[in-house]
């Protein structure tokens, strides 16, 4: 579980900061150091966080891009199916390693016997 634990939070960790690799230990703290308030107003939920950490300007920008991210994917999800969605997170925690290439699904092989 641990390890599982360690390689989502790594995931994400990228995704807000694709050119620099966080230890949990230390990203953590940073992250995930503020207190949210979720509110719903005319058909519309917002999470409001606010932070005390040192470097609150730096973690806010980066949840801003994280948010940016996440809005564009939710504009063409419905023309995607689960798995493409998936790649495409995985393309922009990855796109330092993928120099900005989007990861593809492999191709289906059919067995004809």
């Not at 579980?1 to 050119?19: K, T």
């Not at 990855?94 to 492999?106: H, R, T």
């Amino acid at each position: 579980m641990i390890a599982l634990v360690y390689n989502w939070w790594s995931l994400f960790a990228r995704l807000v900061e694709a050119d620099k690799h966080y230890e949990p230990i230390v990203s953590r703290p940073l992250f995930l150091h503020c207190v949210a308030k979720q509110t719903q107003h005319a058909g519309q939920t917002t999470l409001t966080t606010t932070s005390s950490h040192g470097r609150e300007s730096y973690v806010k920008a980066a949840y801003t891009r994280v948010c940016a991210f996440f809005d564009e994917l939710k504009a063409i999800a419905p023309q995607l199916t689960p798995l493409q969605c998936w790649y495409r997170i995985l393309s922009e925690a990855m796109k330092k390693y993928l120099k900005g290439a989007v990861l593809k699904p492999p191709d289906l092989i059919s067995c004809v016997s």
